[in-house]
């Protein structure tokens, strides 16, 4: 079955649950009060914060070689050390080098939505190398034996009954529908890990030039845990993460909050430098960063879809998406899921396998009018859908069809006399007894507009 009709599949299971869509409404409409009321009582102006977000990350991407030179330069005069990753198997062939060097079983991980995309886990299992999730959404889908649901919150469609029984299948945990037992029992099991791993592994929300450090925001510490406590501290991000200075972060981080969560700012917000100095007592002896490029520079060097680069991570488009509300985020197959999905997805994975996803979307520009950072998204959706178009040949008779549609489109006359001939397709189709079209009004809109003109 092709990825399309697994695609299909999937959209059309997912979007008759009615419980499924229950779990994801309700997560939405707690999400959504949240996020309006942290807009108001934060920014003064949230539209003006938002200009000033894309004209940052503009910058940066305009200065894209500048500023990660001067980002390298700066994080290697900590005693850090920087890799280009080209690629999704350049940079796990780094990883799976390091491990393999410094002699590591087990390697524990924060959340990090670049590592998903290039299936690091899969490749470090299948190394023999055990990968323990510390983010509780994160380790919830990995003891589900599934892929994160969303970019924010992977575990966004498990119930808490659904998570204690996991947790009682998996963990041996007692049976509880208490959040905060549910909490306690994830805790007690990942500290064992943190203190047991060989190697942490995070991802970035930003990386930042002019100081040569990455910033890392959390709710549960779990990073900071991971970053701190074994010995080699990795981290991967993507080439477009970096900001030019450190003053920035007083724009993003709130920004990347309101949008992704709701909150004035996450629980925890760490600034790394480098490894562990010898005045400090504690941090990993050793820490690497990958920049990862694998598709970026396609979408940075075709001017329209630059701006995708601008993406912070926030999730905001994804719930802000009617067909997401509907068909979930397991549908799309894909690390980046929604809208924010489609326009990457295509261009990191392949156009070919994966350009069914500009067609799932309604190009409501619900999307793009919530991107903190102004990503016209829904356009950028309709221009991988006219490159998929392009691509495939259409049968001569949806030629022929799109050639009259357009040819209507384009005269008052002509739509008017096309109604007219329709009107006639009813009679017609009953005579030889086949289903007949729905009614058409008795006046169209421009009819109706003139008689109350």
């Known amino acids: 079955m092709s990825e399309y009709s697994s695609f299909l599949s999937r959209a059309e299971a997912k979007a008759s649950d009615e419980a499924h869509r229950l779990k994801i409404a309700r997560a939405i409409s707690t999400y959504e009060a949240a996020v309006a009321a942290t807009k108001a009582g934060q920014f003064l102006d949230w539209q003006a914060a938002r200009e000033r977000a894309a004209a940052i990350k503009d910058y940066a991407l305009e200065n894209l070689a500048v500023l990660l030179e001067q980002f390298e330069a700066n994080f290697t005069a900590h005693g850090g050390k920087v890799f280009w990753a080209a690629t999704a198997n350049d940079a796990t062939n780094y990883v799976l080098q390091l491990a393999q060097q410094r002699g590591a079983k087990k390697i524990v991980k924060s959340k990090s939505m670049t590592a998903e995309e290039i299936n690091l886990n899969e490749k470090l299992e299948h190394a023999g190398i055990g990968v323990c999730e510390s983010d509780l959404g994160e380790l919830i889908v990995q003891l589900a034996e599934e892929k994160p649901y969303h970019i924010v919150t992977p575990a966004m469609h498990k119930t808490k009954a659904e998570i204690s029984r996991i947790f009682q299948e998996k963990l041996g945990a007692p049976p509880s529908e208490s959040a905060e037992e549910l909490t306690m029992i994830a805790r007690r099991h990942l500290r064992r890990d943190y203190v047991t791993a060989d190697l942490g592994l995070t991802g970035a929300n930003f990386?930042?030039?002019?100081?040569?450090?990455?910033?890392?925001?959390?709710?549960?510490?779990?990073?900071?845990?991971?970053?701190?406590?074994?010995?080699?501290?990795?981290?991967?991000?993507?080439?477009?993460?970096?900001?030019?200075?450190?003053?920035?972060?007083?724009?993003?981080?709130?920004?990347?909050?309101?949008?992704?969560?709701?909150?004035?700012?996450?629980?925890?917000?760490s600034l790394v430098f480098g490894p562990r100095r010898q005045d400090e007592n504690d941090g990993p002896e050793e820490m690497h960063v990958i920049l990862l490029d694998n598709g970026r520079s396609q979408l940075y060097h075709r001017p329209n879809f630059r701006q995708a680069l601008r993406c912070i991570r926030c999730g905001a488009c994804l719930n802000a998406c009617p067909v997401f509300r509907v068909i979930g985020g397991h549908a799309y197959n894909a690390t980046y899921q929604g809208p924010i999905g489609a326009v990457i997805t295509p261009h990191y994975n392949g156009l070919p396998q994966y350009q069914h996803l500009a067609f799932a979307s309604s190009l409501c520009g619900a999307c793009s009018d919530v991107c903190p950072v102004r990503i016209d998204l829904h356009h950028l959706i309709l221009e991988n859908r006219m490159e998929a178009i392009r691509r495939t040949r259409q049968n001569l008779f949806w030629r022929i069809a799109m050639k009259m549609y357009v040819w209507l489109m384009r005269s008052r006359?002509?739509?008017?006399?096309?109604?007219?001939?329709?009107?006639?397709?009813?009679?017609?189709?009953?005579?030889?007894?086949?289903?007949?079209?729905?009614?058409?009004a008795d006046k169209t809109f421009s009819e109706l507009w003139e008689e109350k003109i």
């Open 207 to 269: 990386i930042i030039a002019d100081v040569g450090a990455i910033s890392m925001t959390e709710n549960e510490g779990n990073g900071r845990l991971t970053m701190s406590c074994p010995p080699v501290h990795v981290v991967i991000a993507g080439l477009e993460k970096v900001i030019p200075r450190l003053t920035d972060l007083s724009l993003f981080l709130p920004l990347l909050a309101t949008s992704g969560t709701g909150q004035e700012i996450t629980c925890y917000n």
């Open 413 to 440: 006359w002509r739509l008017n006399f096309g109604r007219s001939l329709a009107r006639l397709a009813n009679p017609l189709l009953i005579l030889f007894g086949k289903n007949t079209l729905p009614r058409l």
